[in-house]
């Protein structure tokens, strides 16, 4: 079945220390999002990309880095550099431009920095 | 800058009950309004409006936007316990040349359905 894989589900760090997420996908889209979800506010776009080897910053994309190597992957970096790195990320994609075409999104990691 | 808002934020029904959820958007360049089911984990599609006044369907849910009056809302009849989840309401704008399309998520709805 195609989809995105996201790993882990859940991950513990300890401040000060880097983290990376894990995404892939099958789905053979081209277009691949992070999105941050904080309780009380709307999903917010940290990093996307619409073909490999190319990535943009979203709104909030300070202390975070992506890389695009290959179409099926994209994974999010947490640095030491972001303030308040504990949330609920999401990872997606997408066949065409955002606004016209629905969002398939993994099943989530939950972050949490002590 | 681009503002989408639900309403009400959190609902508790019963099962049997009919339930419409609100959005309502600010946006430059408007193009599509989406909605979302989230259970937990990931979000999953539910409707894509693009037009005025059709109203789109599916099953005991269904949708319908007003881009006069700058909002959209999503009915479902006869609720059971399987409809609680988060519903995000997420509007696709147009924008520079340069940043291509964007999507502008609401904060959700909390919809609980009680037996």
């Known amino acids: 079945d195609g989809g995105i894989t996201q790993s882990p589900k859940y991950l513990f760090r300890k401040e000060g220390q880097n983290v990376t997420l894990s995404c892939e996908q099958n789905?053979?889209?081209?277009?691949m999002y992070w999105y941050r979800q904080d309780p009380g506010q709307g999903l917010r776009l940290i990093y996307y990309?619409?073909?490999?080897?190319?990535?943009q910053k979203g709104d909030i994309a300070e202390g975070y880095s992506v890389s695009r190597e290959k179409k099926e992957s994209f994974p999010l970096t947490v640095t030491s550099a972001q303030k308040n790195p504990t949330a609920f990320y999401l990872c997606?994609?997408?066949?065409?431009?955002?606004?016209?075409?629905?969002?398939?999104f993994g099943n989530g990691t939950r972050l949490t920095v002590t | 800058e681009d503002k989408v808002v639900q309403s009400p934020l959190s609902l508790v029904v019963h099962e049997g009950d009919t339930v419409t959820l609100n959005c309502s958007y600010e946006?430059?360049?408007?193009?599509?309004l989406l909605w979302y089911k989230q259970e937990k984990k990931a979000p999953t599609f539910l409707f894509m409006l693009?037009?005025?006044?059709i109203e789109k369907k599916s099953g005991r849910l269904s949708s319908i936007l007003d881009k006069k009056e700058l909002f959209s809302i999503l009915n479902i009849t006869a609720t059971q316990t399987g409809d609680s989840a988060v519903y995000l309401c997420?509007?696709?704008?147009?924008?520079?040349?340069?940043?291509?399309?964007?999507?502008?998520f609401g904060e959700g709805t909390q919809l609980t359905v009680n037996p």
């Open positions: 990309s619409q073909i490999v080897n190319d990535f």
């Open positions: 946006v430059t360049n408007f193009r599509s």
């Open positions: 789905l053979n889209h081209d277009a």
């Open positions: 997606a994609s997408s066949m065409g431009p955002l606004s016209y075409s629905p969002l398939h």
């Open positions: 997420a509007v696709g704008t147009l924008g520079e040349e340069t940043s291509g399309s964007r999507l502008t």
């Open positions: 693009t037009s005025s006044g």
